[in-house]
């Protein structure tokens, strides 16, 4: 694990926290004995990122509209950016999988990543404090930004936006279940205007799948 932290310029001192960053679902259901997946620091991880990034764009953009800095932070952190982020330090070399995600080249699944990375955002905030994880992921984030490396579409922005022009209207994704086994899963979302359905989607993530359906909806709305 040492060259994963030289890749990353940061030392863990508690070295328990990159295991879990590490260690997907599959690898601990398959162990058992207490072993713990990655799924909490996934959540914490998508926290910290959200934080940190919220604050770049608000400083980089002084001058842009929180519209506008809505899209760009949705498109800086989608799954396509953040899977990127984890090939650019090799980091599905370092996963611990279960046998089936190892057979189906699970390591370099975007899925996966995303969520790895995110873990290891995690990791680096409860070992180091939050301006570690400031640096790491403003690491990836700056250059990102420098070269115009954003080209994400953001359905959910667009619908709530125009969702917004009527303030008595309330928007909310409503998560419908998933299909397919832990390594090649798939969930589906519904979006909901009030108590209606106006759309429905699917993905290999669960933001994926709110976005599927924020397109099906503005579809139908001929937008």
Do not use: W
């Not at 940190?52 to 809505?70: A, M, N, R």
């Not at 599905?92 to 996966?112: C, M, W």
């Not at 709530?160 to 998933?178: H, K, M, R």
């Amino acid at each position: 694990m040492e060259s994963l932290e030289k890749k990353i310029n940061y030392r863990f001192k508690n070295r328990e926290y990159m295991m879990e960053a590490l260690t997907h679902s599959s690898f601990a259901n398959e162990r058992g004995n207490g072993i713990k997946s990655n799924e909490r620091m996934e959540f914490l991880g998508d926290s910290v990122l959200s934080l940190v990034s919220s604050q770049l764009l608000f400083e980089t953009y002084p001058d842009t509209p929180e519209g506008e800095l809505t899209k760009l932070k949705a498109s800086l952190v989608c799954t396509e950016s953040l899977s990127g982020f984890a090939r650019q330090i090799n980091l599905g070399d370092y996963l611990f999988l279960g046998k089936g995600e190892v057979h189906t080249n699970g390591a370099q699944r975007p899925s996966i990543l995303e969520d790895a990375f995110e873990s290891l955002i995690a990791a680096i905030y409860l070992d180091g404090g939050l301006e570690c994880a400031r640096e790491f992921v403003t690491g990836f984030l700056k250059p990102a930004l420098e070269n115009h490396n954003i080209n994400f579409k953001d359905y959910k922005t667009t619908l709530q936006e125009i969702i917004q022009q009527n303030p008595d209207q309330t928007l909310n994704y409503v998560f419908a279940g998933s299909s397919g086994p832990d390594h090649n899963k798939v969930f589906a979302a519904e979006v909901h205007l009030n108590s209606n359905v106006i759309g429905r989607g699917k993905g290999r993530t669960k933001k994926a799948a709110e976005q599927a359906a924020a397109k099906e909806a503005l579809k139908l709305m001929g937008i």
